[in-house]
């Protein structure tokens, strides 16, 4: 496994024991993992930036809340976002008896859909409990994951070309554009342009421009910078904005999340 155009900014590890172990990773903007596999299952959450991920002659691009399962030994290539991406993981030992109560473990997939967010904010909130010493149990944890419902996953099928450019458009300059003037860039009508948005992406054009400002700020903010720096970085009107931002997309206030990654 061989990291390329960055790497791995951050990881700590949250909890571990009972053939489970819990990570929150920040890999830095443009990194790339080439080809490689897993000796443990793992279902992992797209909590901030995006994800490409490569597997079977298949592709998901996820800019989402997104989830993902991996059996051990499959093998699957990563490009992460050009904001960076900011990863919950969740290893569990194949020969765990976990394995029996997370139906779906051997299909490689990912999904987002609107019940991953109560399912990740659950999750997170246990791990992180554990890696601050609060008296929770490994069992606990392992209780949410296994309660946890897989949805299906997507067809990783790719975008049409109009709609990865304006995806492009919204990342690289999130304030350059209104709905109207990004339809009659690609040519469609604007209607047109945000259901197909909502259905490929699994978020509309308005909510990609947020999730964008986000990553772009916590990239900044990992990297060093203050909580107002990082703020002004994202485009956002103050810190007080950034922090709400923050913690209804990713279940954590920026600064909850910059101690987690330093320790």
Not at 57 to 79: I, M, Q, T, W, Y
Not at 180 to 185: F, N, Q, R, T, V
Request: hydrophobic share 40%; charged share 20%; glycine share 10%.
């Amino acid at each position: 496994m061989q990291m390329t155009g960055g790497g791995m900014g951050r990881q700590r590890r949250l909890a571990s024991g009972a053939g489970l172990d819990v990570r929150l990773s920040w890999y830095e903007p443009g990194a790339h993992m080439d080809r490689h596999v897993h000796d443990r299952h793992q279902i992992s959450w797209l909590l901030a930036g995006e994800l490409r991920e490569r597997s079977a002659g298949r592709e998901f691009e996820l800019v989402d809340l997104s989830r993902g399962v991996k059996p051990a030994g499959c093998p699957h290539a990563n490009v992460y976002g050009r904001s960076g991406s900011l990863i919950l993981a969740l290893n569990i030992d194949p020969g765990s008896d976990l394995c029996d109560a997370i139906p779906g473990l051997d299909d490689w997939r990912w999904s987002t859909t609107d019940g991953e967010r109560k399912a990740v904010q659950d999750v997170l909130a246990a791990a992180t409990m554990l890696a601050e010493g609060d008296p929770v149990t490994d069992l606990a944890l392992a209780d949410l994951v296994a309660g946890a419902h897989l949805a299906p996953g997507q067809t990783g099928d790719a975008p049409d070309p109009w709609l990865s450019r304006v995806r492009d458009w919204l990342h690289d300059d999130p304030d350059a554009h209104d709905l109207s003037g990004l339809a009659a860039a690609a040519g469609v009508h604007q209607v047109h342009l945000s259901r197909s948005f909502t259905r490929h992406y699994g978020l509309s054009p308005s909510l990609y421009r947020l999730r964008c400002r986000v990553s772009r700020a916590l990239a900044d903010l990992v990297g060093g910078a203050s909580l107002a720096a990082a703020a002004q970085t994202g485009g956002f009107a103050d810190q007080a904005h950034f922090t709400r931002a923050t913690r209804r997309q990713t279940g954590l206030t920026p600064s909850h999340l910059r101690s987690l990654l330093a320790a």
